[in-house]
């Protein structure tokens, strides 16, 4: 293979590279534009031996870049509590490994269109992810304890307005529990399960407003969560 080859295979290998490392580094991931510009490059050039030097088998050194870029793609991936980080980037770096591998073999044409379905990857299907994400987040269950400190004389009528405010609003009471805390005074707790947090504070902002309620709080816990999610974050 002449030098003229060389030279264009490697300027396209680069620029394919760039488009990569600019959508990366434009949503201000922990590998931009130079990593992936350099991976995709070093890719190019250890497969780009197999093709200068004599050997029967042209794929070893490409079979040798593909773990390689595994140990590379291990290092960005981060846990941070309960999220798993950097799984998108190194998954990128993957591809952008393959897109080196296949300029070095020649496929110009097969590495601009694996360049293009990886874009579409990580810009159109994001945006297909986050939509998913936001319905899944909309459909998880919270359990919310409110408890009310009242006028004891006022109790009954308390009741009646927050059993009625709890109804008109669509929401599940799964308990509701009185006990007396000090003298003419009554602490009701009731336990609620919705996946709109926005009612809950209106059902609060009313109660708040009887006559009979000397205070209130509320505190809540998730009852289900949603799987990790690709944390690029993303």
Known sequence: MNLTSFFIRLLICFILSILVGLERQLRHRMVGLRTNVLVCI???LFVYLSFGINTSDKTRIAS????????????VILRDGNKIKGLNTAATLWCVSAIGTLCASGLLIEATIGTVFVLLSNIILRIASLFIMEKVKASLKEKYTIKINCKKEKEEKVRTNFAKIITKNDLVLTSFEKSEIAEGKIKLEAIIITSIPNKVEMVINKISTDSGVISINWEHEKQAKADNEDCDEE
Do not use: C, H
């Not at 773990?67 to 290092?75: D, K, M, R, T």
């Open 42 to 44: 070093g890719a190019f």
């Open 64 to 75: 040798q870049v593909v773990s390689g870029i595994g140990f590379l793609g291990a290092g």
